[in-house]
C-alpha cells in the first residue's frame, strides 16, 4: 500500500486534536494555495524559475504544517534544480509537485467530508 | 499579563495560520494581523503592542525596512522575524539590525510560544541553532540589549561555572577545572538558568557578556 498522500496526525499534533481549527486550517490552505500553484504553474510556462522559488518559499512552511513530506521533497529538489542545468528535470518535478498538489486537496477534502 | 502581538505577512495563508495557531497558546493575544509594514507602523500608532512577528519578503514595506522603522519610532515594542531563510549571516544581520528573535517559519508551535515567552520577559531568544552564532559580537557591538530582572547574586561557584560555560567549556572540562563534579556543574547551570531567567547556554553567554562578567 503506498503512503497516504498527508500526515493528518501532524495536524492533529498542531491543534491539539481540535477538530473545528483543523478544519478551519484545510480550508483556508484550499482556499489559498490553487494561487501558487497557479504561479507555478506560469512560472514553469514562462522558464521563469525567480517566479517559481518565489510561490514554493511561501509554500514551503505550509506543507510543513500540512504534515506533506512529499511536497516539502518536492519543493527542495525543484529549489534545487532550478539552479542546475537540466531544464527537463526542472520541469518533470514542477509537474509532478502539481499532481502531487491535486492529490493533497482530493485528501483534503475527503477529510473534510469525513467531519 | 497579556502578550500582545502583532502578525506581519503578506501571505494571508501564513498569517491565518499562525493566528490559528496561537489561538491556543495561554496569556498571548492576537491584536495587529497586518499584510506589509506600513500598515503594521499605521497599526502601531493606535494600538498597544508587545511583540511582533515580522516576516522579512513583502511588498511595499519589507521586513528589513519595517523592523529599522519599528525600533525608531516604537522602541519598546520588541520584534521577532519569521523567515524561510536559515543561513547564519543573514539570521546575524538581522539580530545586528535589532531583532529580539528570529525564528524559522516551519518552527513548532511550542518553540514559537518559548520565543514569545522568552522575548516578552529577557527581551531575546535564541534558538538552538543560534547558540552557534556570533553573540559575543553581538553584545560587545550592543546591538544585543538583553533586558534581566533583579536577581539573587551569583555565588563564587556559579560565576566559575558561568565563566566555563562562556569559553564553551563541556560540563566534565568544567568540572575538572574547578574540581567539582558533573553532576554539581549541572546542578550551578540550572541555578543559573534559573537566576538569570535566560533559556539556554547562548543566554547565559548574552548576560555574562552584557553584565561584564565575561569578556572574550
Known sequence: MSDPVIDLTTLCRLFKNDRNRIQEWITL???????????????????????VLRALHDLRPMAHYLGAPHMLVLCDAIKELSSASDPQAFQESIAELLSHAQSIEVALNAELNNR | MMIRLALTDDQLLFRRGM???????????????CANGEELLAGLKNESVDIVLLDLQMPVMDGVETMQRVRKDFPDVKV?????????????????????????????PDVIDTA????????????????????????????????????????????DVLRGICKEFTTAEIAEKIFISPRTVDFHRNNLLLKTGARNAAGLVVYAMSKGLFAP
Do not use: C, W
Request: hydrophobic share 40%; proline share 3%; aromatic share 8%.
Open chain 2, 19 to 33: 493566528a490559528l495557531l496561537l489561538r491556543d497558546m495561554a496569556g498571548v493575544q492576537v491584536v495587529l494581523d
Open chain 2, 80 to 108: 521577532i522575524v519569521l523567515s524561510s531563510h536559515d543561513e547564519e549571516q543573514y539570521i546575524l544581520h538581522l539580530m545586528e539590525l535589532g531583532a529580539n528573535g528570529y525564528l524559522l517559519k516551519d518552527t513548532e
Open chain 1, 29 to 51: 490552505y484550499l482556499a489559498e494555495t490553487p494561487a501558487y500553484f497557479q504561479q507555478i504553474m506560469e512560472g514553469a510556462a514562462t522558464n521563469d524559475a525567480e517566479q
Open chain 2, 116 to 159: 514569545i515567552r522568552s522575548v516578552a520577559q529577557s527581551g531575546y531568544y535564541f534558538s538552538d541553532a543560534l547558540n552557534k552564532l556570533d553573540l559575543h559580537g553581538l553584545v560587545k557591538k550592543r546591538k544585543l540589549t538583553p533586558t534581566f530582572n533583579d536577581i539573587d547574586p551569583l555565588s563564587e561557584r556559579e560565576l
